[in-house]
């Protein structure tokens, strides 16, 4: 499944990278760690999304977990995915504010990555409900933006992860919930995070990375406190209650495998998304699997 490294014959092991968040590491932890029998050894690099969508941009890995809303620069070099990834239902980002019911008209917002999905589902929100458009938008680390919104140096803050579950701790109040109005706009569930591998590897071995996939979250399934050390070493400042309710959202039927609707779902996502003029189009079998 992947190249013969010329002084050991072994293979190499296939360069990846996802987030050290607890519903990625919950994913990969049986095939991280050799448990899945002749699937091929990982090298992981541990990156927030925004560094993997820049990886992606520059085609630096073999595998990476991606914001669905960069798939339209990558999908020339790098093939979807048909699980692993983040998509779901009542899952989507949130604008925190410090005053409830905030008019972000001419306001600073911070934003965890111009090209991450949750700025895209926040684009697409505002272009319907703030016909006046938003001020300054800051890009932040994501773990930066509840701090930076209680203390006032900026406005709103767009959160992700296990925000959802923690930002009434810095005082701070949901303004909108973007997953809430892409569901009631369109029916679908929303699309998050991808994963994507090089389409240089092959047909058979993206089939066969895809079925590695889908075995490791099974065998998460099937046995979560075997992945527990891993999701808790690489998430020790989150309460383990906290990380269990991030895994249990994030971590579901889609990540087996998309689907009809998930697929439905990044389509829309990526449509809607070009008409507006935020990304470019793509092709209609660019999300297409080998």
């Known amino acids: 499944m992947s190249s013969s490294d010329s002084t050991t014959g072994e293979p190499e092991p296939l360069r990846i ?3 050290p968040c607890p519903n990625d590491t919950f994913v990969f932890d049986a095939w991280a760690h050799g448990r899945i029998p002749g699937a091929p050894a990982l090298d992981v690099t541990f990156a927030d999304i925004d560094l993997t969508n820049g990886m992606a941009e520059r085609g630096e890995l073999d595998v990476l977990k991606v914001s669905y809303a960069v798939l339209p620069w990558v999908l020339e070099e790098y093939a979807l995915l048909p699980c692993g990834g983040a998509l779901g239902r009542g899952c989507g980002p949130l604008v925190l504010t410090r005053e409830p019911g905030l008019d972000l008209t001419g306001k600073t917002v911070a934003v965890p990555s111009e090209r991450s999905t949750a700025y895209l589902l926040f684009r697409l929100w505002a272009a319907d409900v703030l016909p006046g458009g938003v001020g300054e938008v800051v890009v932040l680390p994501f773990h930066e933006i509840m701090p930076a919104v209680r203390d006032g140096r900026v406005d709103a803050g767009l959160v992700i992860h296990e ?6 701790d810095y005082g701070l109040h949901c303004l909108a919930d973007m997953g809430e109005h892409w569901e009631a706009t369109t029916g679908l569930p929303i699309p998050l995070g991808a994963i994507i591998a090089r389409r240089s590897l092959g047909a058979e071995t993206l089939r066969a990375l895809a079925e590695t996939a889908r075995t490791s979250v ?6 979560p406190e075997a992945s527990r050390p891993y999701v808790r070493e690489h998430a020790q400042e989150l309460d383990p209650a ?3 309710q991030h895994i249990g959202l994030y971590v579901n039927e889609f990540t087996a495998g998309l689907g009809d609707a998930g697929y439905a779902a990044v389509r829309g996502l990526l449509t809607r998304a070009a008409a507006e ?9 660019a999300l297409a699997f080998p």
Do not use: K, N
């Not at 099974?218 to 046995?223: E, G, L, P, S």
């Open 218 to 223: 099974r065998m998460a399934w099937d046995d």
């Open 17 to 19: 990278a996802y987030s």
């Open 163 to 168: 925000a959802r579950f923690t930002y009434q």
């Open 277 to 285: 003029g935020l990304v470019p189009a793509i092709a209609p079998d």
């Open 242 to 244: 906290v990380a269990d």
